[in-house]
Structures are given as structure tokens and as C-alpha cells.
């Protein structure tokens, strides 16, 4: 039973497809709304921005980030799920036809940017499926110097203390580095860090 349960929760949430994507990706809509909403303030992205969304789930985030960055700027979301891909082209749909959002098949592993190629990195809700050594050192290299890495994660999601995204963010060369556990009425503390790629 308990394998039957994790099985439907990782095709709803996990690794995203299907029906059960979908359904799945219905509810990080409501769910990941107000993460996303904080993700996006805090990268402080303005006109002309380029911005990398990691696992940018049914495209909520997208949204947001390309109408604080255009006209002129450009936002990336890299989803390994064809489910939460289809799902945020059709909720992003208009602007992906004015050039403002690219989908693409990626992780935070294997991004496909080049490298100093955007100004910042959102991720919400996914840290807890990178391998993180190796997502935090592509991210790294792809963000601009002084660009700003943003993550944000419900903390009963993960299963390791908080301390150690830290801790891992700074062995990948990240500088500037805060980390918050944010209380929420409704749900488990917000995860929140927030750092900047150093000026070399």
C-alpha cells in the first residue's frame, strides 16, 4: 500500500505525468502561488532581464517572471516533464508567441545555457530532485557575475536539514548567501535562499 501511495504521489508531484500530472500540476498552481509570487520579488528582475526558471511546474512562475522582464528581456524554464511542459505552454501560451518564454527539456543539471547567460535562476519547489553538487554548479556557471540564484522549497519536502543547501551553495562558489525557514498559516515553513554569483 505505502508503495502504491509513493507511486501516485511521484507521478502527481515527483516526476510529473499523465493524469496524474496533471492533477498534480492543478494543485501546484494553488499550492506553489504565493512561493512563486516571492521568487520572482526577490530575483528583482526588471526590463530586458535573462532569467533561467528550473522546474517551472505548470508555468505559474513563467508568467511572472516574463511580465517583469519584457518588453525585451527573455525567461527560459527547463522541465524534464512533457506533462508540466504542455501544461505551462498552454498557460503561457501568449507570450511564449511574443518570444518573451522558451520551454525546453532540461534539469538544473543539464540546463542547455550557455555559460554567464542570465542574469538570475529561479527554482520553487524542485531543489529536493537536483542532484545538488551538480545542479548548483551548472547554475553557477550559467548566471552572469553578480547574477542572483533564488530557491524556494516547502521544508517537508525535504530530507535533509536546510543548513546543508547552504552549505552546498557556497562549496559551488556561491557568495552573498541567506537562508530563511519563513513560518506559513497554512503550511510547513518556506525554505528560502537567496545568493549571488561572486563578480569573477
Do not use: Y
Not at 137 to 162: A, M, S
Not at 186 to 192: D, G, L, R, Y
Request: charged content about 20%.
Amino acid at each position: 500500500m505505502v508503495n502504491v501511495l509513493m507511486r501516485a504521489l511521484d507521478a502527481a508531484f515527483g516526476h510529473p505525468r499523465g493524469m496524474a500530472g496533471r492533477i498534480g500540476g492543478a494543485l501546484m498552481v494553488r499550492g506553489n502561488a504565493e512561493q512563486e509570487r516571492w521568487a520572482v520579488q526577490r530575483a528583482d528582475l526588471h526590463t530586458g532581464m535573462q532569467v533561467l526558471v528550473v522546474g517551472p511546474g505548470p508555468g505559474v512562475g513563467l508568467r511572472l517572471a516574463a511580465a517583469a522582464v519584457g518588453p525585451g528581456g527573455h525567461v527560459i524554464g527547463v522541465d524534464p516533464s512533457k506533462t508540466m511542459r504542455e501544461m505551462a505552454a498552454t498557460r503561457c501560451a501568449d507570450q511564449i508567441r511574443a518570444g518573451l518564454i522558451e520551454l525546453r527539456d532540461g534539469t538544473a543539471e543539464h540546463t542547455g545555457c550557455g555559460s554567464g547567460a542570465v542574469d538570475a535562476v529561479l527554482s520553487v519547489n524542485n531543489v529536493m530532485l537536483w542532484d545538488r553538487t551538480a545542479g548548483l554548479t551548472e547554475v553557477h556557471r550559467v548566471l552572469r557575475p553578480g547574477g542572483r540564484l533564488v530557491i524556494t522549497v516547502h521544508r517537508h519536502v525535504l530530507d535533509f536539514q536546510p543548513k546543508q543547501l547552504r552549505q552546498e551553495a557556497q562549496a559551488a562558489g556561491f557568495v552573498e548567501i541567506t537562508l530563511n525557514e519563513r513560518k506559513r498559516r497554512f503550511n510547513s515553513p518556506a525554505v528560502e535562499l537567496l545568493a549571488r554569483r561572486g563578480d569573477t
